[in-house]
């Protein structure tokens, strides 16, 4: 198995001699975060804090990559990276008597879960397996290993290491303490890294919206990397690339499909040629299915007679939308069908507010009692929100189309064109785009057909 991962299905009594967890666990894992829609690129690992977790989409799956933070550090929930330990931080997950969990850098060592619990704070024992012998996690016992253990003659402990240094028992000596950019390394294309597992690089990817970072060791989001413009740019004889300046190192970049790199403030923007850009398309003539192949994760919508029908508790989400960064024009267009009998008075349609956030993207439909329902377009920019009603009508099929280009957007309600003017960039938000379900609005009760979203138009 090439992930380390701690769920635990299989209650393991002591003295096994089977891991706790499989691959399976995994995934189900990752179709648990998909039901609630929140995507964000790191995750707290369910069973230690000392390591996070990565769930990322690929088509019709996931992998999962359980990735380490470095020595003396704990993953903070709230910061979504690694960071130092303190007298009054430390780490609790539950687990079952007996499992066994591997330490993260030292092959003799490793902890047990005592009374339900797996804790560590600065000064918690783990277990030693003893001179010649490594823990294996999926075994769940010591084993033997030359290259492994304590030398019996050592008489040097962690406190006559200097700072910066950290005790290796198997060669009874200090070393200089391993850094993320010793595990770590990054690429060209910066949301693509390098994890150096069992003496080889491995090549991984964050999920689409982040970047590799070797200071926190952590995939993070784009816009919280901020490099000076532009001194810390350089161009390139192709205009769709440059370097960006990174730990000291130019490194080069390349300009998603479509757009050409801009000295002036250091951006991509788009040219004439759009053929490359990011579509989603899903007819739902017969299936749930993307026509470009992207995956749909799909929540009970039943498609026939060239329609879904979503009951209440049906929706869908699109991965490939999470961390969504909107471009100066994008597309965004669906037909829906508004049964009378909603479950309450906020109805979602589609947008990216499914992680018990605010959206910065949504479509839903007020339903006022006595009074016709209002169709409600808002967009979020610089963290402004812009709201716009138009009046639409139950049980009959409705068309909104939306255009985005620079700074004007354009509605289309059943061909009918309406101009916004003045409206900026829509902020980028963490959570993907669905339909159907939104937080604090009720599910959507009726028929949907040709939802559609491009990043270009």
Known sequence: MNYTFVVIF???????????????????????????????????????CDFFIMCIPTAGDYRVS????????????????????????????????????????????????????????????????????????KAQACVEDKTCGKKEDCNITQNDCPSGYVLIE???????????????????KLEVYQQLKDGVWIELRCISGYNF?????????KISTIYDCPSSYKIHNNKDKYYVKMNNVDVLQTCQPGHNFNISDCQCHPYQSTNNCLKIDIPLATDTKE??????????????????YFNGSAYFVIPALSGNEFPDEFKFSIEF????????????????????TSPTFSVSVDVPINSSPLLVIQIKTNGTNSVTKMSVSFSTWTK????????????????????????GKVDRHQCAIGAGNMSNMSNFVGYMKNFYFAKCL
């Open 66 to 137: 359980e990735m380490v933070c470095s020595e003396g550090l704990f993953f903070d929930e709230t910061k979504k990276t690694c960071d130092w330990i303190t007298d009054q931080t430390h780490c609790v997950r539950k687990c079952n008597a007996g499992d066994k969990f591997r330490h993260k850098s030292d092959c003799n060592k490793y902890y047990e879960c005592k009374n339900g619990e797996f804790v560590i704070k600065n000064n918690t024992p783990s277990e030693t397996c003893g001179k010649h012998k490594r823990f294996s996690e």
């Open 170 to 188: 198997e060669d009874c000596k200090c070393e200089k303490r391993k850094t993320c950019a010793d595990q770590y390394k990054i690429t060209q």
């Open 337 to 356: 069908f508004l049964l009378p009998n909603q479950l309450g008075s906020t109805v979602a349609i589609a947008g990216n507010g499914r992680c018990n």
């Open 213 to 221: 970072n070797l200071t926190t060791c952590t995939c993070s989001d």
């Open 10 to 48: 299989l209650v393991c009594l002591i003295g096994c001699d089977a891991q706790v967890y499989t691959e399976q666990d995994l995934v189900k894992y990752c179709n648990d975060w998909m039901k609630d829609g929140s995507l964000s690129a790191v995750r707290a690992h369910p069973y230690r």
């Open 291 to 308: 026509v470009h192949g992207s995956y749909v994760h799909d929540e009970n919508v039943e498609v026939s007679n060239g329609y879904g």
């Open 400 to 423: 909104l189309v939306i255009l985005k280009t620079g700074n004007a957007m354009e509605l289309q309600l059943d061909g009918v064109p309406t101009i916004i003017p003045n409206v």
